[in-house]
């Protein structure tokens, strides 16, 4: 499973943003996609998950500002972010957790809100 991330940027405190998750390779395979973030010198972080039923999750940072979902049809998982803060920024990745029990992960987008 490869996976590709788009969308990340610098935005002023309050804006929003819409990130892309662009699955290729074996997709059949997934279980699970999610959304992490690492910020400078802290660990990386679960944002929201999102099954392949549907069933979404999400950490209680974001929770009522970001919104998870998922195109099967075309592999394209999403992560629409309002009301940004400060505290959102970090590199965020996309992963996939697929029904043999591996994780993958894309290479990180940044995400910078200015105050």
């Known amino acids: 499973v490869q996976l590709v991330e788009s969308g990340g940027g610098l935005v002023q405190a309050g804006g929003s943003l819409r990130l892309s998750c662009a699955a290729s390779?074996?997709?059949?395979?997934?279980?699970?996609m999610a959304w992490y973030r690492q910020a400078p010198g802290k660990q990386r972080d679960v944002v929201a998950t999102?099954?392949?039923?549907?069933?979404?999750n999400y950490a209680d940072s974001v929770k009522g500002r970001f919104t998870i979902s998922r195109l099967n049809a075309e592999n394209t998982m999403y992560l629409q972010m309002n009301s940004l803060k400060p505290e959102d920024t970090a590199v965020y990745y996309c992963?996939?957790?697929?029904?043999?029990?591996?994780?993958?992960w894309g290479q990180g987008t940044q995400v910078t809100v200015s105050s």
């Open positions: 999102i099954t392949i039923g549907g069933s979404t």
């Open positions: 992963n996939a957790y697929t029904v043999l029990r591996e994780d993958y």
């Open positions: 390779g074996s997709t059949f395979s997934i279980n699970a």
